[in-house]
């Protein structure tokens, strides 16, 4: 079956443009994460929703991070006025249920700042 | 809080030799812990799991790793390096009331022909 998939897959943005990540899920989960990858880094968690609630949201860097799942499956991560600190891969991950052993993985999307 | 700890950024191993990547965590309860595999330009990809039951779990491609309560361990090894195990490996671990991964900043593997 069609796994979690993720557009765009890269992305340039001058620095102060706002910038638009969406994440398709796999079909029917209902946990859904965002973490940011820096360069040489692990992953960061970002935010989590539970269908479409937004139930943890303490990894946001900045209010300029804003994230969404307004019908609970497709979710879009913005970022606004974005600046050469935010350049990293974004990964969105889903699972089927929350507390479920495992997390399922996106491709990411990479974002350079420029 | 939990944390993870990669000992060693990059691992270079001869083909056919034993894979040893470390990982040390900290939780303040009971944790589960993972490894993840990340190819060049792919997510990533779950190799294996410890949550309750055997300490010693098995994975995908002849992976193993085992948990060790008292080092606060989990080390994933394979013993004999294939060329296609070049690639990013990433220990995670989650609290087992939580749902967040916790990541280590990765090893690095490269195999020698």
């Known amino acids: 079956g069609a796994g979690v998939s993720q557009s765009p897959r890269y992305k340039v943005a001058k620095r102060g443009q706002d910038v638009a990540l969406r994440c398709d899920p796999i079909?029917?989960?209902?946990?859904l994460f965002w973490y940011q990858q820096a360069l040489g880094q692990g992953p960061e968690f970002l935010t989590y929703?539970?269908?479409?609630?937004?139930?943890?949201k303490s990894g946001l860097p900045s209010d300029r991070f804003f994230a969404e799942r307004p019908e609970g499956s497709v979710s879009t991560l913005k970022i606004q006025r974005t600046q050469q600190e935010d350049s990293a891969v974004y990964l969105c991950a889903s699972s089927p249920a929350a507390g479920h052993d495992e997390q399922y993985f996106g491709p990411g999307t990479r974002l350079t700042v420029t | 809080a939990q944390s993870v700890t990669q000992l060693g950024s990059h691992v270079s191993v001869s083909e056919g030799a034993l894979v040893l990547l470390r990982c040390n965590y900290s939780?303040?309860?009971?944790?589960?812990l993972f490894w993840y595999v990340q190819y060049p330009n792919q997510g990533l990809q779950l190799l294996l799991k410890y949550t309750t039951g055997a300490t010693l779990v098995k994975g995908i491609n002849g992976f193993e790793a085992e948990f060790k309560k008292s080092e606060t361990s989990f080390h994933l090894t394979k013993p004999s390096a294939h060329m296609s195990d070049a690639a990013e490996y990433f220990c995670?671990?989650?609290?087992?009331?939580?749902?967040?991964?916790?990541f280590g900043a990765g090893t690095t593997v490269t195999v020698r022909a």
């Open positions: 939780s303040s309860v009971p944790p589960y």
């Open positions: 995670a671990v989650r609290r087992s009331n939580d749902y967040k991964l916790s």
């Open positions: 929703f539970q269908n479409e609630a937004q139930l943890d």
């Open positions: 079909s029917g989960h209902v946990s």
